[in-house]
T-cell receptor, first 117, second 114 residues
Framework: AQSVTQLDSHVSVSEGTPVLLRCNYSSSYSPSLFWYVQHPNKGLQLLLKYTSAATLVKGINGFEAEFKKSETSFHLTKPSAHMSDAAEYFCVVMSNAGGTSYGKLTFGQGTILTVHP | KAGVTQTPRYLIKTRGQQVTLSCSPISGHRSVSWYQQTPGQGLQFLFEYFSETQRNKGNFPGRFSGRQFSNSRSEMNVSTLELGDSALYLC?????????????FGPGTRLTVL
């Protein structure tokens, strides 16, 4: 079984300040982890992906995430927020177990990021 | 390459009717997954198709079904619509070659059931 918990439903930051979106996961098998972003009335866009290579993963638009197995965490960070970062962010896990894992992403409940001028 | 396309983008139906949604994957992708997004339940996996075969299925009633054609295009069908079926339905495509395939999402079909 696999699950994802996003620890904050809403995060509010000022433009130019750091962003931290927290995610903990649970997986019976070695997981692949993703962060997706969804802007209003748009589909989901992949920010970054972890697949057991480097534990620090760099994504698009200056975002990065660090895989910490001991803490079962995969937090998303960005050094300096832009107004265009305002959106909903989803932490996602896929278990590499085959069978019932095929094509199945398990999503967290999402974190809405608000960026103030 | 063109992205994932979904048609129609918006649908309004009444209870008891049925609906068919369509998804065209990225060229060369053989796997298509479907998800339902609602404010209360979030994003939930419906099913996945690969080379015209359903490989995986989520916990949805049998009213939700799908299929995939030889060109990898996929459709999902919901019969006997209920008010609770109102949602954004997203499809995603991937190569289907490995467990950690990146899934690329379409813009979704917004279904409203009255």
């Amino acid at each position: 079984a696999q699950s994802v918990t996003q620890l904050d439903s809403h995060v509010s930051v000022s433009e130019g300040t750091p962003v931290l979106l927290r995610c903990n996961y649970s997986s019976s098998y070695s997981p692949s982890l993703f962060w997706y972003v969804q802007h209003p009335n748009k589909g989901l866009q992949l920010l970054l992906k972890y697949t057991s290579a480097a534990t620090l993963v760099k994504g698009i638009n200056g975002f990065e995430a660090e895989f910490k197995k001991s803490e079962t965490s995969f937090h998303l960070t960005k050094p300096s927020a832009h107004m265009s970062d305002a959106a909903e962010y989803f932490c996602v896990v896929m278990s590499n177990a085959g069978g019932t894992s095929y094509g199945k992403l398990t999503f967290g409940q999402g974190t809405i990021l608000t960026v103030h001028p | 390459k063109a992205g994932v396309t979904q048609t129609p983008r918006y649908l309004i139906k009444t209870r008891g009717q049925q609906v068919t949604l369509s998804c065209s994957p990225i060229s060369g992708h053989r796997s298509v997954s479907w998800y339902q997004q609602t404010p209360g339940q979030g994003l939930q996996f419906l099913f996945e198709y690969f080379s015209e075969t359903q490989r995986n299925k989520g916990n949805f009633p049998g009213r939700f079904s799908g299929r995939q054609f030889s060109n990898s295009r996929s459709e999902m069908n919901v019969s006997t619509l209920e008010l609770g079926d109102s949602a954004l339905y997203l499809c995603a495509s991937s190569s289907g070659d490995g467990y950690a395939d990146t899934q690329y999402f379409g813009p979704g079909t917004r279904l409203t059931v009255l």
